[in-house]
C-alpha cells in the first residue's frame, strides 16, 4: 500500500496524493512511502479499537465538557 505524508504535520493519506493537506490544510509536499498491507490480526485489532473507542464516546454522551488543563495545573 502507498501512503503519502505531509511534511508539515505529518498527516498520512492512503488512497491518492492530495493538494492539501486534510489535517493542517496547508498547500505542502507529501513522501510517498510504501507500507504493508494489513493483515488479518492487525484488522482484528483495529475493529476492536473502533468499538472500544465507540464506547467511549457513548460514555459521554449528554456531558459537559470539561476544560483542558495542563499537566502543572491544577
Known amino acids: 500500500m502507498i501512503i503519502y505524508v505531509c511534511e508539515s504535520c505529518g498527516c498520512e493519506v492512503k488512497k491518492k496524493k492530495p493538494d492539501i493537506c486534510p489535517l493542517c490544510k496547508k498547500h505542502g509536499t507529501f513522501s510517498e512511502y510504501e507500507r504493508p498491507d494489513p493483515d488479518?490480526?492487525?484488522?482484528?485489532?483495529?475493529?476492536?479499537?473502533?468499538?472500544?473507542?465507540?464506547?467511549?464516546?457513548?460514555?459521554?454522551?449528554?456531558?459537559?465538557?470539561e476544560p483542558a488543563k495542563y499537566h502543572f495545573e491544577e
Open 40 to 65: 488479518d490480526a492487525d484488522k482484528k485489532s483495529s475493529e476492536k479499537y473502533k468499538k472500544a473507542l465507540k464506547t467511549l464516546e457513548e460514555y459521554s454522551e449528554g456531558c459537559e465538557p
